[in-house]
């Protein structure tokens, strides 16, 4: 499921025109909150950067070392992976996810070119805090949309991709 919290894209998440579960959720912290006390205290969050911990960490308000012990970085952890094997996979000067997934023959995630991703948002956003406007929109509006959806989808996909393989040739 694919949750959305910022209120000028509430109607684009209630009516996504995609096959999975988008939601919109109001209140991100108290989501968030429920989140990490709903599952097991030692069960792992996954994420692609410190970037996450660092969000996580102001919105919940909570020290990072209450999260640290729980938050992976699949981005350090396929680092070390590939360093340690950079015989077969050769040197990578960036490990972005891109890179990283195609060190490891598994096809990148969708990119946009150079503000794509802004371009679609600010296309989107003009048309989706209200019902009405999100429900008048053109298809071109409607395709961003799913695109941006698709877009993070493919980046999560992407990311358990890369931990499934590491784990398989540990």
Same mark, same amino acid.
């Given at each position: 499921?694919?949750?959305?919290?910022?209120?000028?894209?509430?109607? !684009?998440?209630?009516?996504?025109?995609?096959?999975? !579960? &988008? !939601?919109?959720?109001?209140?991100?912290?108290?989501?968030?909150? @429920?989140?990490?006390?709903?599952?097991? @205290?030692?069960?792992?969050f996954?994420?692609?950067?410190?970037?996450?911990?660092? &969000?996580?960490?102001?919105?919940?308000?909570?020290?990072?070392?209450?999260?640290?012990?729980?938050?992976?970085?699949?981005?350090?952890?396929?680092? $070390?992976w590939?360093?340690?094997?950079?015989?077969?996979?050769?040197?990578?000067?960036n490990?972005?996810?891109?890179?990283?997934? !195609?060190?490891?023959?598994?096809?990148?995630?969708?990119?946009?070119?150079?503000?794509?991703?802004?371009?679609?948002?600010?296309?989107? $956003?003009?048309? *989706? *805090?209200?019902?009405?406007?999100?429900?008048n929109?053109? @298809?071109?509006?409607?395709?961003?949309?799913?695109?941006?959806?698709?877009?993070?989808?493919?980046?999560?996909?992407?990311?358990?991709?890369?931990?499934?393989?590491?784990?398989?040739?540990?």
């Open positions: 499921m694919q949750v959305v919290f910022t209120n000028e894209y509430r109607w !684009a998440a209630e009516a996504p025109g995609v096959a999975h !579960a &988008v !939601a919109y959720e109001p209140d991100r912290k108290g989501f968030l909150a @429920t989140l990490m006390s709903s599952t097991r @205290t030692r069960r792992p996954f994420a692609y950067s410190e970037h996450e911990l660092k &969000v996580l960490s102001k919105i919940l308000k909570r020290s990072q070392p209450t999260i640290v012990p729980r938050y992976k970085n699949v981005r350090s952890i396929a680092k $070390r590939l360093n340690e094997r950079s015989a077969i996979h050769g040197q990578l000067e490990h972005d996810l891109n890179s990283v997934a !195609a060190a490891m023959d598994i096809t990148p995630p969708l990119q946009f070119p150079k503000g794509g991703m802004t371009a679609r948002l600010r296309m989107v $956003r003009k048309h *989706s *805090s209200t019902k009405k406007g999100w429900n929109a053109p @298809t071109a509006v409607h395709t961003a949309w799913k695109e941006l959806l698709f877009y993070n989808e493919s980046d999560v996909m992407t990311m358990y991709k890369i931990m499934q393989l590491m784990c398989e040739h540990n």
